[in-house]
């Protein structure tokens, strides 16, 4: 069993829809997650950081983290064509050897205009 | 805000020759950088932890003397791949971590190697 499980998609949505989008974990010591965003063919982009349990909202991004549940999520509002994407989650312990992240295997996003 | 640049974009080498992708941080210091390889349609494998100033740290499963490391200064670590086959064909980027962003690592562009 993977330490990050991630839907791998593809995720089909009409362009104005809300995308969401998860990730779970089975290891009780990640303390900080993130989720980025990769374009075909590039480097991933970081879109949210959360430490622990809560919400976090940047724009039309939000980010919710469930450790009781082992459990996180990723919201984008108002979906538009530039978010079709992969999205990959991240986490790491506090004290990981060399500050690894530990990614899930990603999500692809299509929004249809 | 942070970036990571990575050279170069892509490459095409033979069998058998040596390529080094180089990483750089250009507006901060990076003591600690990592190097990953991503198959088509898959996630991140972490390859390395590149270490400013001494030997990197590699996963388990990662051949040392294939994937050869360099980080000879704050700013800049290189990727060797010596004696490159078709089966190292992928893409490769490299990340590190700017100061006082608690944990958003930055991500250089990738290198799409191509081994023929």
């Known amino acids: 069993q993977k330490e990050v499980e991630q839907d791998p998609g593809p995720l089909s949505v009409p362009e104005g829809a809300i995308v969401s989008l998860n990730c779970t974990y089975s290891?009780?010591?990640?303390?900080?997650f993130m989720w980025y965003r990769q374009y075909s063919r590039k480097g991933p982009e970081l879109l949210m950081y959360?430490?622990?349990?809560g919400n976090k909202e940047d724009g039309r991004f939000t980010a919710q983290v469930d450790k009781s549940s082992k459990y996180i999520s990723l919201f984008i509002r108002d979906s538009q064509p530039s978010d079709s994407a992969t999205y990959l989650c991240?986490?790491?312990?506090?004290?990981?050897?060399?500050?690894?992240?530990?990614f899930g295997g990603g999500t692809r996003v299509l929004v249809k205009p | 805000g942070a970036v990571v640049s990575q050279h170069p974009s892509w490459v095409i080498c033979k069998s058998g020759t040596s390529v080094k992708i180089e990483c750089r941080s250009l507006d901060f210091q990076a003591t600690t950088m990592f190097w990953y390889r991503q198959f088509p349609k898959q996630s991140l494998m972490l390859m390395a932890t590149s270490n400013e100033g001494s030997k990197a740290t590699y996963e388990q499963g990662v051949e040392k003397d294939k994937f050869l490391i360099n980080h000879a200064s704050l700013t800049l670590s290189t990727l060797t791949v010596t004696s490159a086959h078709p089966e190292d064909s992928s893409f490769y980027i490299c990340?590190?971590?700017?100061?006082?962003?608690?944990?958003?690592?930055?991500f250089g562009s990738g290198t799409r190697l191509t081994v023929v």
């Open positions: 290891n009780s010591a990640f303390q900080y």
């Open positions: 990340s590190a971590q700017p100061p006082g962003l608690i944990d958003g690592y930055t």
């Open positions: 991240a986490m790491r312990r506090i004290k990981a050897a060399g500050n690894k992240l530990t």
């Open positions: 959360t430490y622990s349990s």
